[in-house]
């Protein structure tokens, strides 16, 4: 199933870059280097919410976005008449024209949806001419960064209930329509059970749930005449928020409800805590419930939960069973941003073959690494992976060995060498496999609900907790420090 970039959004997309990409692609349009072959690879430096991994997620929207783009008249006309600082125009008319003719052409390899990946490890890796490969950055890491932000939340929660149903409801709270619609499809690849957000379950088959809020109550010349209304009109829907006046009686009231139902054949499905102290609510609303004979009836809570809250009421015994999620889910509230960045490796020479490129920088985590990157993934025989090496493919290694990112010891994997730590590992697997080449796609994407399952499978094998060995490839890591002295400025005499 296609994402919703194309179903919501014109056909053409090429205007949704920043405009440092189109002088840049200007520039290498008019020095004659925009066909030189070139590697970018999408990556970030930290991950998010303070822990060691994130749930990769946004390529299906990001093959949606590839497939739309491109320059209709209507984009060439404005940009026709963008203005530099001397009044003249900014784009000649012949450089406006080949955008408009511009055909995708490149390579893109990118890591599936749902997988665990690690700091500096590429998302995404796209090769091809210079000037495709930069017009797209700004793009693919909207895409990329959101919907790995928000899974990795998702699923930081849903390891938190524990089994318990967890859902998305935060598209009223979202960072506008579409930010909604992204946050509910990537909470859904982390891991959350449903949505609120029916355009959504429209679009991407996601399971949708909701009753009524405080305004159905409200509405009502007393609360039990609106449950009875509900329960009247919905008798398969009913769950009833029970905390709009005073949440023990409103309890007290859906099990009136609740018990009529049960006379004519339905049931009450559950209630609605929406605040106050929910660890001592729920125990008492779960007590009155099965003293009435409704055990089946689940407590729903919400209320600005997150993953701490989720586990500090689970710690204190609350026997709440379903968790409505909004506004800290959908705009990753502790933290609202995913530092991604999209970085050039390599760059093709007059002879064909390819030159490498590293970014400086003050700052160490800010240094880039060269190659053609891919990351092959060390696992047990049961599955379970052991280590992640960051190497270039066009150099793979002999002997896998690595600087781990977390002890800073050098690690072989296959066996003893020279008193170094050793990995016995008995497979392995590259991250990165092939989306699109010379601009066709070739990757048969999967739907989300597969997508969703192979996160939730991902996710069993690590732990925030456990500082699971990754790192660059000893060779690579030589060759990029030689690349860094060798481009390192020297100190003027003067």
């Known amino acids: ?142 895409l990329f960064n959101f919907s790995t932000l928000i899974a990795t939340k998702a699923s930081r929660m849903v390891q938190a209930a524990n089994g318990d149903e967890v859902l998305e409801f935060g598209l009223r709270r979202a960072q506008g329509l579409d930010g909604g ?19 959504a379950g429209r679009l991407y088959g996601i399971p949708v749930k909701g009753t009524h809020a405080h305004s159905w109550v409200m509405c009502f010349d007393d609360e039990l005449e609106a449950f009875e209304a509900y329960a009247q009109h919905l008798p398969n829907n009913c769950i009833l928020l029970v905390d709009t006046y005073d949440t023990l009686e409103g309890v007290a009231n859906a099990i009136m409800v609740g018990k009529k139902l049960q006379l004519k054949g339905q049931q009450l499905l559950g209630i609605r805590l929406d605040s106050g102290d929910l660890a001592d609510l729920s125990r008492k609303a779960r007590q009155m419930l099965d003293e009435a ?60 073959s390819w030159d490498y490129r590293v970014k400086h920088s003050d700052t160490p985590i800010k240094v880039s690494n060269p190659g053609i990157l891919q990351v092959r993934r060390f696992t047990a025989e049961n599955g379970q992976p052991l280590g992640d090496v960051l190497y270039d493919e066009e150099n793979p290694p002999q002997v896998w060995q690595f600087e781990d990112g977390n002890t800073h010891k050098l690690i072989n ?52 907790e456990t500082n699971y060995p990754f790192g660059l490839e000893k060779g690579l890591s030589q060759k990029k420090a030689e690349l860094l002295k060798k481009t390192q400025i020297a100190p003027s005499d003067s």
């Open 1 to 142: 199933m296609a994402s919703h970039i194309q179903r919501l959004y014109p056909p053409a997309l090429g205007l949704m870059t920043d405009l440092y990409q189109l002088t840049m692609a200007y520039g290498y349009w008019k020095t004659g280097i925009y066909k030189k072959n070139a590697v970018f690879h999408l990556f970030f430096r930290k991950a998010p919410f303070g822990q060691q991994q994130a749930i990769a997620a946004g390529l299906t929207l990001a093959v949606d976005f590839i497939q739309a783009y491109r320059f209709d008249v209507h984009d060439i006309q404005y940009l026709g008449g963008l203005r530099g600082a001397d009044g003249c125009t900014l784009f000649d008319e012949s450089f406006l024209n080949y955008l408009q003719r511009l055909e995708f052409q490149c390579d893109v390899d990118a890591v599936p949806e749902g997988s665990v990946v690690f700091p500096h490890q590429p998302l995404l890796r796209i090769k091809g001419p210079l000037i495709q490969c930069q017009l797209l950055e700004t793009a693919l890491l909207t």
């Open 181 to 199: 619609i992204t946050a509910t499809r990537a909470a859904y690849v982390g891991g959350c059970h449903a949505t609120s957000n029916v355009m």
């Open 293 to 352: 004979g409704l055990g089946n009836a689940q407590i729903v809570a919400s209320n600005d939960l997150d993953e701490y809250e989720i586990a500090a009421l689970k710690e204190q015994g609350s026997p709440i069973q379903v968790w409505g999620i909004g506004t800290r889910l959908a705009t990753a509230y502790d933290q609202p941003a995913l530092g991604g960045v999209y970085k050039l490796a390599a760059i093709e020479n007059e002879s064909g």
């Open 413 to 464: 994997f296959g066996g003893e060498m020279n008193g170094e730590d050793s990995i016995r590992s008995d497979r392995n697997s590259d991250l990165l496999v092939p989306v699109f080449r010379a601009g066709k796609l070739v990757m048969e994407l999967p739907p989300l609900s597969k997508i969703r399952q192979f996160c939730l499978e991902q996710q069993q094998w690590f732990s925030a």
